[in-house]
Antibody, heavy 118, light 110 residues
Framework: EVQLVESGGGLVQPGGSLRLSCAAS????????MYWVRQVPGKGPVWVSL????????HYADSVRGRFTISRDNAKNTLYLQMNSLRAEDTALYYC???????????WGQGTLVTVSS | QSALTQPASVSGSPGQSVTISCTAT?????????VSWYQQHPGKAPKLMIY???DRPSGVSDRFSGSKSGNTASLTISGLQAEDEADYYC??????????FGGGTKLTVL
């Protein structure tokens, strides 16, 4: 059974940092593109970042480029999102998701909540 | 403002069919062949219903179908059931390796 379990969310002050993790199981993690997607409750999902299977190719939404870094450890079956210089508008539920085909995500985690507030 | 425009809401009675549109307003979507549709119930993660415009993942009911005409993709739900009431989002993977989401459509089953 495919499982994605996010962790690392919490309350952080503006300008602070957080590192999110996503533990994957039930599939060959090293073979799949992975995504981070965030969602403010009551609003639609917003893509944050993606990474290719070997970790050498990454892309970011304009709103987070230069502040967030996506990475993965295929030996540990874990996806990461390092978030620096956090802003109030980064407050959201952050999901990790597994790629099925060209941007379609067939499995999502339960999400981890990030709140940026003083 | 999203580059993928969806109607804010649609509704239908049980047994009827409804169609939700997703219009690309940006040239970034390219040939618009990598369109997906997600269903999201309150408090749950999105669930993939359609990918690559019209393909269904394993386990998704064949009451859900997708199509595209020009820069508008559509999700059709036939034989509407109470459990179909949810928010629906389209997404598109662009030629710039960017993933766009639509603003979402709330489906109400009357």
């Amino acid at each position: 059974e495919v499982q994605l379990v996010e962790s690392g969310g919490g309350l952080v002050q503006p300008g602070g940092s957080l590192r999110l993790s996503c533990a994957a199981s039930g599939f060959i993690f090293s073979s799949y593109w992975m995504y981070w997607v965030r969602q403010v409750p009551g609003k639609g999902p917003v893509w944050v970042s993606l990474i290719n299977p070997d970790g050498r190719t990454t892309h970011y939404a304009d709103s987070v480029r230069g502040r967030f870094t996506i990475s993965r450890d295929n030996a540990k079956n874990t996806l990461y999102l390092q978030m620096n210089s956090l802003r109030a508008e980064d407050t959201a539920l952050y999901y990790c998701a597994k790629d099925l085909h060209w941007g379609a995500s067939d499995y999502w985690g339960q999400g981890t909540l990030v709140t940026v507030s003083s | 403002q999203s580059a993928l425009t969806q109607p804010a809401s649609v509704s239908g009675s049980p047994g009827q069919s409804v169609t939700i549109s997703c219009t690309a307003t940006s040239s970034d979507v390219g040939d618009y062949n990598h369109v997906s549709w997600y269903q999201q119930h309150p408090g749950k993660a999105p669930k993939l219903m359609i990918y690559d415009v019209s393909d269904r993942p394993s386990g998704v009911s064949d009451r859900f179908s997708g199509s595209k005409s020009g820069n508008t993709a559509s999700l059709t739900i036939s034989g509407l059931q109470a459990e179909d009431e949810a928010d629906y989002y389209c997404s598109s993977f662009t030629s710039s390796s960017i993933l766009l989401f639509g603003g979402g459509t709330k489906l109400t089953v009357l």
